[in-house]
C-alpha cells in the first residue's frame, strides 16, 4: 500500500500545482472548483492507503522477498445468490433518470437504492446467516 500512497500523493501534489497556478493566472473560479476537488479526492485515497499501510503494514508484494504462497486462500466473502446487488444497480438507475425527468423519480430510486445498500450491508448480520 505504501507504493499506492506515494503515486496518489504525487497526483495529489500535481493537482495542488495546477490549481494554484491556474487559479493565480485563469481566476477562474468553476475550474479552480474542480481542481481543488481533484486535488481533495486524491488526497483522500492517499490517506486511505498510507493508513492501511500503517495499520497493516507490508504486503508481500510489497516486500522484496514476498512469496506467492503468502496470498494464496481464502480473500473474501461473494455471496453467489444474493439479488441486493441488481436492486442497488436498479435504484442508482432510477435515481440518475429522475435528476433527468423529475424529482418523483429521483425520490423513487433513491428509496430503491438505500433499501438495496440496507439489504447489501445487513444481508449477514446475524452470526447464523454467514454462510462461512
Known sequence: MRTEAVVFAGT??????????YGLWAREPAGTAA??????????????????????????EDRPDGEVRERSGLLDLFP????WPVLTAVGAAVLAL????????????????AA?????????????????
Open 35 to 60: 481542481l481543488t476537488v481533484a486535488f481533495l479526492m486524491a488526497l483522500l485515497v492517499c490517506f486511505f492507503f498510507a493508513r492501511n499501510h500503517r495499520v497493516n503494514g507490508d504486503r508481500p
Open 80 to 83: 453467489p445468490h444474493s439479488g
Open 116 to 132: 438495496g445498500v440496507g439489504g447489501l450491508v445487513f444481508q449477514y448480520a446475524s452470526e447464523d446467516d454467514d454462510p462461512r
Open 12 to 21: 495529489a501534489a500535481f493537482f495542488l500545482a495546477v490549481d494554484v497556478l
Open 98 to 113: 429522475g435528476v433527468i425527468y423529475g424529482l418523483w423519480l429521483a425520490l423513487l430510486g433513491l428509496g430503491v437504492l
